[in-house]
């Protein structure tokens, strides 16, 4: 099996649906971040290490070959109580029941001082952690990460790895009810990009008893959802953890590991009758459910 690296969306999306393909196998039973990392290593994934944080085990997934500082986001298990219902199925809606998600999102220091908010505001829209793979890395992956030519956390070149362009979805339906993507896909990241901005400048506005703690839930914070106008997506849990550096230091390197974000990604049990296998793998796909922006 020819060997990949998760650095891109379009690889993400792909990974997902060989990971629940390999889960609805008799033989093969996904129950723990330890069985998903040993899917992952089955399915041939390179830029990955297993390691714990707060004593919860993660899978690290690295911009850069053995190289933990470039950690651009982090995955764990998380159970899933979604169910697949057999007698809706090829009914012209999508199947899938209960389907929800998980993201922990770092934000910058509140102690961050007035002057140089503007400077860390900027570098953390730059670096776009909290938008997990918004950004693609695309030095070749086999090559030093100092050479001439490759990147590094200290001269990384971003790129966006999505056309946001709502253009390509205006007008458009999608196919089933229950299907997710499209403009609405596109609307739920344009509001996400749009509202982590004016979450980092208002909390830097409290007063240090008020600001967010290490681990809100973004739910509880309701007057910042009022102030902001910002509608956390069905089924979505948004978690808020405070990075213990700025996003860049003064000799230009990105603190990538220090603002990973972490999925919790669920992994859907398959129906019990085989013969609806395949069609709940298709209305999965059509949820995109390992999007956290994409929830239903």
Request: aromatic share 10%; charged share 25%; with cysteine.
């Amino acid at each position: 099996m020819t060997a990949i690296a998760i650095r891109s969306r379009e690889a993400w999306d792909h990974l997902w649906l060989q990971t629940i393909a390999y889960n609805w196998r008799d033989d093969c039973k996904i129950n723990s971040t330890n069985d998903l990392y040993k899917a992952f290593e089955r399915l041939n994934v390179w830029n990955i290490e297993k390691t714990t944080d707060c004593g919860k085990d993660i899978i690290k997934f690295l911009a850069f070959k053995n190289d933990e500082t470039s950690t651009f986001l982090s995955v764990s298990y998380k159970e899933s109580s979604a169910s697949f219902d057999v007698y809706t199925a090829f009914a012209g809606i999508n199947s899938w029941r209960g389907l929800t998600g998980e993201l922990t999102i770092k934000i910058p220091p509140h102690d961050t001082k007035t002057e140089d908010q503007p400077q860390v505001l900027a570098d953390y829209i730059t670096l776009g952690l909290y938008f997990p793979f918004g950004m693609e890395f695309n030095s070749p992956y086999d090559s030093d990460r100092h050479t001439e030519g490759s990147e590094s956390t200290k001269g990384i070149t971003l790129s966006k790895a999505i056309n946001l362009s709502p253009a390509r979805s205006e007008g458009h339906q999608l196919s089933q009810e229950g299907d997710r993507g499209g403009a609405q896909g596109l609307d739920d990241d344009y509001k996400w990009l749009q509202f982590v901005p004016r979450l980092t400048a208002y909390n830097w506005s409290l007063e240090d008893d008020d600001r967010i703690k290490h681990d809100t839930n973004l739910a509880d914070c309701t007057n910042l959802l009022r102030n902001t106008r910002y509608e956390i997506p069905k089924g979505l849990t948004i978690k808020l953890k405070e990075a213990d550096k700025p996003p860049r230091n003064e000799d230009g390197s990105w603190n990538m590991d220090a603002y990973a974000s972490n999925i919790g990604l669920e992994v859907q049990a398959s129906p019990r009758r085989k013969e609806f296998r395949a069609i709940a793998l298709a209305d999965l796909n059509a949820t995109r459910a390992n999007e956290p922006f994409t929830c239903s």
